[in-house]
């Protein structure tokens, strides 16, 4: 045989495998015949954390109603930990006047304190329903003051369910609305910054954050003029995850056999065109803080080094 068939002949086996290995890929929610193999709802999920009167479940475990009240916060957490994955929740927060409430969804390795990874939404009520605003905020290895705010005013998160979600991948973090991704928070290793490295626990709460929540902790909260505050929650067979044993026994989910849904280097490693058109138009229109803005927050240290890189 002539070398370049030789050449060839390698070349052509060689893409045989790896189109083949392409197609043993897992199928993925939305994929063509991807079929769901196990029964998630909130119990195969989570541990409530207070009382069952403040959080309570219905619809065999696919919807939930948690309750702000005098008597206490409501807090469910993950049964599991988990090293990457795309969390999410379908949420309708009570109409009116909720100053003062404070509706988190945030993941964090907790016991890893005061080293530990967070990713945090902040949802802080407000006079009217129509000016909710998202506080977000990222924790490397204990090190957070990265908050961003964004007024929730192209939609009202009263209104309808609307999705809340953090995409957690090998490649970057993003916080979204509905289609819209609101933060990116990107893996630059590859610049000598640190990215996550433990497992995370997943917890939803909702509480009175009156001493900063709403217009910098002018507006308390008030049960009796506004309360009790009522939320409510669906599908949570939506939550993808890569669950680990612990906060420290990653390695599987770190190198997984193969990519997870949500860590798809063609798929989720980059935000499309219309994403990154998304992107600007809420952060250009609803951005109210962002601290790598805050040249007098940082006049002394210097901004934090991801801020003079790309942010997606
Ligand atoms: C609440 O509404 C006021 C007035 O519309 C606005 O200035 C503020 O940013 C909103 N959010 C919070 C958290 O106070
Ligand atoms: C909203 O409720 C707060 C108490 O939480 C109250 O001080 C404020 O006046 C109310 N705002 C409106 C517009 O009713």
């Not at 949420?91 to 890893?112: E, I, M, Q, R």
Request: proline share 4%.
């Amino acid at each position: 045989m002539a070398k370049t068939h030789i050449v060839m002949l390698v070349a052509v086996i060689f893409l045989a495998t790896v189109l083949s290995a392409e197609s043993w890929e897992e199928k993925c929610p939305g994929d063509p015949g991807y079929v769901e193999t196990w029964t998630k709802n909130f119990w195969s999920l989570f541990n409530i954390f207070t009382n069952e009167e403040h959080v309570r479940v219905g619809q065999n475990g696919d919807y939930v109603q948690m309750q702000l009240d005098e008597q206490c916060a409501a807090v469910y957490g993950s049964r599991h930990q988990y090293y990457t994955g795309r969390m999410s929740v379908k949420l309708k927060l009570p109409c009116g006047n909720s100053s003062g409430t404070v509706f988190a969804f945030y993941t964090s390795s907790d016991g890893k304190k005061p080293y530990h990874d967070e990713i945090d939404i902040e949802l802080l009520g407000n006079e009217t329903s129509s000016c909710i605003t998202m506080q977000t905020n990222i924790f490397v290895n204990g090190k957070g003051d990265r908050e961003m705010r964004h007024n929730l005013n192209w939609f009202n998160p009263c209104d309808d369910y609307h999705e809340y979600y953090i995409l957690w991948n090998s490649a970057m973090v993003v916080i979204g609305v509905d289609d819209i991704p609101i933060r990116v928070f990107k893996n630059n290793e590859q610049y000598g910054l640190p990215y996550f490295n433990k497992g995370q626990g997943l917890y939803v709460s909702y509480w009175d954050g009156s001493s900063w929540a709403t217009q910098g902790g002018r507006i308390k909260i008030d049960f009796a003029l506004n309360g009790p505050f009522v939320a409510h929650m669906h599908s949570f067979h939506d939550l993808q995850g890569c669950q680990v044993p612990s906060e420290d026994n990653i390695w599987q989910c770190q190198y997984p056999a193969q990519r997870p849904c949500w860590d798809r280097p063609w798929v989720n490693h980059y935000l499309t065109q219309q994403q990154i058109w998304d992107y600007n138009w809420v952060n250009g229109e609803f951005c109210t803080y962002d601290y790598c803005k805050d040249v007098a927050r940082f006049a002394a240290t210097g901004k934090p080094a991801e801020c003079n890189l790309p942010r997606y």
